[in-house]
């Protein structure tokens, strides 16, 4: 149960009592009543700024306002006090027996718990990684496929029906290199002497195994054939070989796309020709010379009549172009298409999870979306910033099979799928990450995978006390939820369940926000809270969560423990980490 959410439900109840009694207005619009944890902590536990928004559109003072409302949410059971701040805002302090009782929903939904019906199963399309399909995914690539697919993943705890897609831009001039490239791998496989890769071919050893897989099938069939015979075989069978290298490579991450769309079966459709006659018929195209770019001029700039996208119309800084020299499509115009295509097949919600590198390109489409679907689709665009690889603080030094760049699978070889999807989160996706081979493996609080997974390893080892104390004592759920809570009276013991009270909040806010690494955050500070918890209690026997005399106090603090892996695990399973039940120290 979302806190805040139930007691924005009891104001704007009360707030409808008010209008029964003629306090407020018929009519009174509480939509931009809110119900938030206070700025200060020390005001309590729950803020509304009710009384501020109602007011005026009430002719009402908003302090006389406030008074009237406070009174009536005192009258609530849960409700220990209620002040009056400032000019209008209402701090409610909940009663300790509240927070116990929300223990108990806690442990009752398990991991299940701050799942929540925000989204209303709204469809959200997701698109990641999208890397072009020419070699193996470097560790840059890790970055944007982590957010992705936590995203997806956090947006589907939120209530909306997801769709995972990856985009296969198989249509450019980079796959015809992709396929001369591995025509000479071809070659080599065939006993000639290929020399040095030519510079502007890629030189990976990835492609060796394509080149001897089209030998064995095919022989000396192409040895001796012009480029326009063999190009279009080899294009599509090292296309195909390399999504599947890409494939192999994220299941190392456990991510998995619903959808691959490729570019060139949507320009194959005559996808492209659709929307440009759309956009035609809407009057956004029109023939027309753009003003050089500000700044140095680019080598190849030409100043010439070009196919243009009223792109300003919608937002953008200029009309963008929709034809190359030689008459084909830009990238651009395709890139169109596919939204277009991804907003057709009812996805009103788009989220592109670009590099860095794309960020030139952002309102772009941005404008194009608008356009295609009169305003009816909203796009998100994240941008991820670069991983900078270190060790010790230092440049790593990995291998590098893949030509010039180190691979995902070489990261996840050297730490794990685990420490990449947290490490990855541990930054917000727009802020340079740096990722420290060192560092991750270290045990300490400075380590946040660490903290984290050390605190769910730290509640089983309490179970294990528990259970050695009082053999044949249960400590089961259901018990558990049985037990005298009212042993909980210290106020970190208390403060903990408030933070814990805290995870759906998180999970709709970061879902509305498309933040994901704000799970990162939350789950650090819930493990810092428990740490300190039982560090406190290590210089107070009192505060222990095993008490060896008293099996009571033993079970109420066992419900808080288990409450505490409960909300863990569930934070470890939408960023896809898998909770360890034990951790050497």
């Keep these: 149960m979302n806190v805040f959410s139930a007691f924005k439900a009891i104001v704007e109840s009360e707030i409808e009592s008010l209008v029964a009694d003629g306090t407020l207005p018929d009519g009174t619009d509480g939509a931009r009543v809110s119900v938030d944890p206070p700025r200060d902590a020390s005001h309590g536990d729950l803020a509304t700024n009710a009384a501020m928004v109602l007011a005026k559109p009430a002719g009402l003072k908003p302090r006389d306002l406030a008074e009237t409302l406070a009174e009536r949410l005192r009258a609530r059971d849960s409700v220990e006090t209620v002040e009056v701040a400032g000019p209008g805002f209402i701090n409610l302090r909940l009663n300790d027996e509240y927070w116990r009782d929300l223990l108990r929903d806690i442990l009752a939904a398990g991991v299940a718990y701050g799942e929540s019906d925000l989204g209303q199963g709204r469809p959200v399309n997701i698109e990641y990684v999208s890397a072009n399909p020419t070699g193996p995914l470097h560790v840059g690539h890790a970055r944007g496929a982590v957010v992705g697919d936590v995203l997806a993943s956090l947006l589907a705890k939120a209530g909306y029906a997801v769709t995972r897609e990856y985009y296969i831009n198989d249509a450019g001039s980079q796959v015809d290199v992709l396929a001369r490239s591995a025509y000479l791998r071809y070659r080599e496989a065939l006993g000639d002497d290929i020399g040095d890769i030519p510079e502007g071919l890629y030189p990976g050893d990835y492609l060796v195994p394509v080149g001897a897989a089209l030998a064995a099938r095919d022989g000396d069939k192409w040895q001796a054939s012009d480029e326009s015979e063999w190009l279009p075989e080899f294009r599509a069978f090292s296309v195909a070989a390399m999504m599947d290298l890409i494939r192999d490579d994220l299941g190392v991450l456990n991510i998995r796309h619903d959808e691959f769309s490729s570019e060139r079966a949507l320009v194959e459709a005559d996808g492209v020709d659709a929307v440009m006659q759309t956009l035609?018929?809407?009057?956004?195209?029109?023939?027309g010379v753009l003003e050089p770019p500000k700044g140095k001029l680019p080598d190849d700039w030409e100043e010439r009549p070009q196919t243009l996208f009223r792109a300003s119309d919608f937002?953008?800084?200029?009309?963008?172009?929709?034809?190359?020299?030689?008459?084909?499509?830009?990238?651009?115009a395709s890139d169109l298409a596919y939204h277009q295509d991804k907003y057709r097949r009812g996805f009103s919600t788009l989220i592109d999870v670009w590099g860095a590198d794309?960020?030139?390109?952002?309102k772009r489409v941005g404008a194009g979306v608008k356009a295609l679907t009169n305003g009816e689709a909203q796009i998100d665009v994240k941008l991820c910033q670069m991983v900078r690889l270190l060790e010790d603080g230092e440049p790593a030094k990995m291998s590098k099979r893949?030509?010039?760049?180190?691979?995902?699978?070489?990261?996840?070889?050297?730490?794990?799928?685990?420490?990449?999807?947290?490490?990855?989160?541990?930054?917000?996706?727009?802020a340079p990450l740096d990722f420290d081979l060192v560092k991750v493996r270290e045990q300490s609080r400075d380590n946040p995978v660490f903290y984290v997974q050390y605190a769910h390893a730290r509640t089983h080892s309490v179970a294990r006390m528990a259970a050695e104390a009082f053999p044949g004592a249960d400590f089961g759920i259901d018990a558990?939820?049985?037990?005298?809570?009212?042993?909980?009276?210290?106020?970190?013991?208390l403060a903990l369940i408030r933070l814990l009270a805290a995870w759906p909040r998180t999970v709709e806010g970061a879902a509305e926000a498309h933040e994901?690494?704000?799970?990162?955050?939350?789950?650090?500070?819930?493990?810092?809270?428990?740490?300190?918890l039982w560090?406190?209690?290590?210089?107070?026997?009192?505060l222990r969560f095993?008490?060896?005399?008293?099996?009571?106090?033993?079970?109420a603090r066992m419900a808080l423990v288990l409450a505490v892996r409960a909300v863990v695990a569930s934070g470890l399973a939408v960023m896809g980490v898998t909770p360890v039940d034990e951790l050497r120290e």
């Design 280 to 287: 035609e018929r809407d009057g956004l195209i029109y023939e």
């Design 315 to 332: 937002g953008d800084d200029t009309d963008r172009p929709l034809k190359k020299s030689d008459g084909s499509w830009t990238y651009f």
């Design 358 to 362: 794309h960020g030139g390109y952002v």
């Design 402 to 430: 893949s030509g010039n760049f180190v691979t995902l699978r070489d990261l996840a070889d050297a730490v794990g799928k685990d420490v990449i999807r947290f490490i990855m989160l541990t930054r917000k996706n727009d």
């Design 480 to 493: 558990l939820r049985e037990a005298d809570l009212a042993r909980l009276t210290d106020s970190d013991e």
């Design 516 to 532: 994901p690494h704000r799970l990162a955050f939350y789950l650090y500070d819930l493990a810092a809270a428990f740490h300190a």
């Design 535 to 542: 560090s406190k209690a290590r210089g107070e026997p009192g």
């Design 546 to 555: 095993v008490v060896a005399d008293d099996v009571e106090v033993t079970r």
